[in-house]
């Protein structure tokens, strides 16, 4: 925290007087930066934080990132000192406070800033009779609202206490007290950004052990495919034996020499019955040699995950614009989305969805490759469901399942109970020249029929969108 002898120099060191302000860039909450300019020093940076535990002002060589949204204070700022002049800068005796004076389109105002450690921390703005226009923050127990008259009260002496100014290097006390308070908010920052990245780490490998172990009992469950071809050879060889209305039925197993019982649906024939094993073979058969390779793909993610996480946060201290970048997750309040429609994931690939005309052309204009998969209903207006591509990985049929699923609810189509769909590659589809706003024309589709499913659509939903 700064003292009144370290305002006071600081003060002393900047072009202030006769400089005009040009710009001001919003931070956060408790700070900013003065884009200023001066005849002979040209243009030079300001920064202002106040009421936190480093607050402090400095001639900077840095803007620091700017804010995603804009505060009243600043908007009031930008709309009434942006182009005016600071004629004078007058520290109050004895204190952490200055008021910097101004003249826009000859009309007069000042600016109080206080640099205090309690709930006198602020900004001002006043006019020329101490009335306040406006201020950072409202403390209406100190009578310190818009409308009020501001006492300004001086000291006369320093106090109990005595203060110096800390020992410092560098060119000016400015640059200094601006290298120590980065130094401070980067390891400040540091410190959020690894704990906002762990968390999204234990998060991210909790969802994938859970997709692991999903993953592990869908292999369990379609392991005993050759049992199902047995059961059906043997009823194929003695379905002669086999009656409508039967509810099972006892043969010779050839494998043990004892005996089988085999369950049957008492409303099938003897040929659907066995065309329903045979058929269940089948699918099992298919079903586990996707479910295996899609739990190889699953634990490759997970141990990439894990490396990718460990060496992010193996020397945080060095690599904070990369912890800026992995901890700035999609959907916290205040981002603005980087697409259009909602973006899910399932089972490790990203899905895009397109809610109408214009985000379905503008997915397919700005974030799509030609390796992505496009899925949409056949004969039935709706959205346009991307598959983000994967390199050297095929998609498995889950997810194209989910996509299917999401375009049938995102269309005209909600309420049938069997949809056909079609899906091809984004390099296969072609715009329909003076067509609606997102109209293309499809090749090399490939054809899909699926049921229905708002169970599976609001799960995915529940997921959530990333953004």
């Known amino acids: 925290m700064l003292n009144h002898k370290e305002v006071g120099l600081l003060l002393s060191e900047l072009p202030l007087k006769g400089s005009y302000i040009q710009k001001i860039t919003e931070h956060d909450y408790h700070s900013f930066t003065l884009s200023l300019f001066e005849k002979d020093e040209k243009a030079w940076l300001l920064y202002v934080e106040i009421a936190t535990s480093c607050s402090h002002f400095c001639r900077t060589d840095r803007m620091r990132r700017k804010s995603s949204g804009t505060q009243r204070f600043v908007q009031y700022l930008r709309s009434h000192a942006t182009g005016a002049r600071i004629t004078d800068v007058r520290q109050l005796p004895f204190d952490r406070a200055f008021i910097m004076e101004l003249v826009k389109d000859g009309e007069a105002s000042g600016i109080l800033f206080r640099f205090y450690s309690g709930p006198g921390a602020n900004v001002i703005v006043l006019d020329g009779e101490n009335n306040i226009k406006e201020l950072m923050f409202r403390r209406p127990k100190r009578m310190e609202t818009q409308g009020c008259r501001l006492v300004i009260e001086e000291r006369t002496e320093e106090g109990g206490r005595t203060f110096d100014i800390r020992p410092y290097t560098g060119s000016s006390f400015n640059s200094f007290i601006d290298r120590y308070y980065s130094s401070l908010d ?16 234990d998060r991210i490998i909790s ?4 997709m692991i172990r999903n993953a592990e009992q869908k292999v369990s469950a379609c392991s005993g495919y050759e049992e199902t071809k047995m059961m059906a050879d043997l009823l194929s060889s003695n379905l002669h034996l086999v009656r409508k209305g039967m509810d099972r039925i006892t043969l010779d197993d050839w494998r043990t020499g004892g005996r089988i019982a085999l369950p049957l ?12 094993l045979y058929g269940r073979y089948q699918k099992d058969k298919r079903t586990l040699t996707l479910a295996r390779q899609e739990l190889l793909d699953l634990r490759k993610d997970l141990e990439e995950a894990r490396q990718y996480f460990d060496t992010l946060l193996s020397d945080p201290g060095n690599n904070l614009a990369r912890l800026r970048q992995a901890a700035d997750e999609p959907g916290r309040k205040g981002e603005k989305k980087d697409h259009p429609g909602l973006l899910l994931t399932s089972r490790g690939f990203s899905i895009l969805v397109g809610r109408n005309s214009r985000e379905n052309d503008e997915i397919l204009r700005r974030h799509t490759r030609g390796s992505d998969w496009w899925v949409h209903t056949r004969d039935f207006a709706g959205s346009y469901v991307i598959i983000k591509a994967q390199r050297d990985k095929s998609v498995p049929l889950e997810v194209l399942l989910d996509a299917a699923v999401l375009a049938i609810h995102y269309s005209k189509a909600k309420n049938e109970k069997k949809v056909d769909l079609y899906y091809t590659q984004v390099k296969y589809l072609r715009r329909v020249k003076e067509g609606r706003t997102g109209l293309v024309l499809a090749t090399q589709e490939k054809n899909l029929t699926v049921s ?6 609001r799960k995915l939903l529940e997921k959530g969108d990333e953004t």
């Not at 980067?186 to 780490?201: F, G, M, N, S, Y």
């Not at 969802?207 to 859970?210: L, N, T």
């Not at 649906?265 to 329903?276: G, I, V």
């Open 186 to 201: 980067k390891e400040a920052e540091t410190r959020d950004l690894v704990e906002r990245i762990e968390r999204k780490r």
């Open 265 to 276: 649906d008492p409303a099938l024939s003897a040929r659907e019955n066995l065309d329903r």
């Open 207 to 210: 969802e994938k052990e859970r």
């Open 452 to 457: 229905a499913d708002e169970d599976r659509v």
